[in-house]
């Protein structure tokens, strides 16, 4: 089991797709990354987990945002993220199936640290994934006690 040191950052996974969000948590898992990983299928979710979060434990969060939610568009959660002080310093990664030029760079310019295409092909997406995880497992996240 890994020191305690590498489980201070939650994971919040912001994703719809029920079989997509196994996949990333799957592929994450396989590329070492034991974090705690909190699964949101909507916006109003995960923007209560990391209020939630901040209150009671504050601690850092790693947040992997879908852009196609059903009560709200992962900008607006990028927005929300970025513009309040508390939470500004946490890594954003837009994972999408949004490849439109505009759609990326207004991302990057809300604050966004890494943008990822999901291809629609399994292969592609599962590559991606363990891209992604082998990612998390070198990234260094900013404490609460950094924002202040």
């Known amino acids: 089991m890994a020191p305690k040191e590498h489980h201070e950052v939650t994971i919040l996974m912001i994703e719809d797709d029920l079989g997509h969000a196994r996949l990333i948590e799957k592929n994450i898992r396989r590329a070492g990354v ?3 990983v909190l699964h949101a299928a ?3 979710t995960a923007l209560k987990y990391l209020s939630e979060g901040l209150t009671t434990r504050q601690r850092p969060f790693l947040v992997l ?3 196609n939610l059903p009560d709200m568009s992962g900008t607006t959660i990028l927005e929300h993220l970025k513009s309040d002080p508390a939470l500004r310093r946490f890594p954003v990664i837009v994972l999408t199936t949004t490849d439109d030029e505009r759609e990326i760079q207004r991302c990057y310019d809300l604050g966004a640290n890494v943008y990822i295409t999901k ?3 399994y292969e ?3 590559t991606a994934i ?3 995880g082998l990612f ?3 990234m260094q996240v900013p404490s609460a006690d950094d924002a202040a």
Request: hydrophobic letters at 45%; aromatic letters at 4%; proline letters at 5%.
């Open 65 to 67: 945002l879908d852009l």
């Open 119 to 121: 291809p629609v092909d």
């Open 34 to 36: 034991m974090n705690e």
């Open 42 to 44: 909507d916006g109003t």
């Open 136 to 138: 998390l497992a070198v």
């Open 130 to 132: 363990r891209q992604l």
């Open 124 to 126: 592609d997406f599962t």
